[in-house]
């Protein structure tokens, strides 16, 4: 688990946007992937939850081109439609 120097409460990760979805109340639902090895970071966002712990959230992309890059999940990134063209 890597933790911001600045706040020893943090908890950082890397992941993959899976799903976003609105709820029935209009309220926003938001899923990640992370990889495998982030089982620490995970037992982190459990106690979270248990606790009722609100997040304060701050999403920075890694790469502008995923098509560039493995996805933080571990699966390689899948060629963009103009790749697979030839364009």
Do not use: H
Not at 60 to 82: E, L, N, Y
């Amino acid at each position: 688990m890597t933790k911001d120097p600045q706040d020893s409460s943090s908890i950082q990760f890397k992941a993959v946007v899976y799903k976003v979805q609105t709820t029935v109340d209009y309220g926003i639902r938001v899923t990640l992937d992370l990889p495998e090895s982030a089982i620490q970071e995970m037992a982190a966002l459990v106690m979270c939850k248990r606790l009722g712990v609100v997040l304060n959230i701050t999403a920075v992309p890694i790469v502008q081109d995923q098509s560039q890059a493995d996805r933080a999940d571990g699966k390689k990134a899948r060629p963009s439609t103009k790749s697979l063209r030839g364009n």
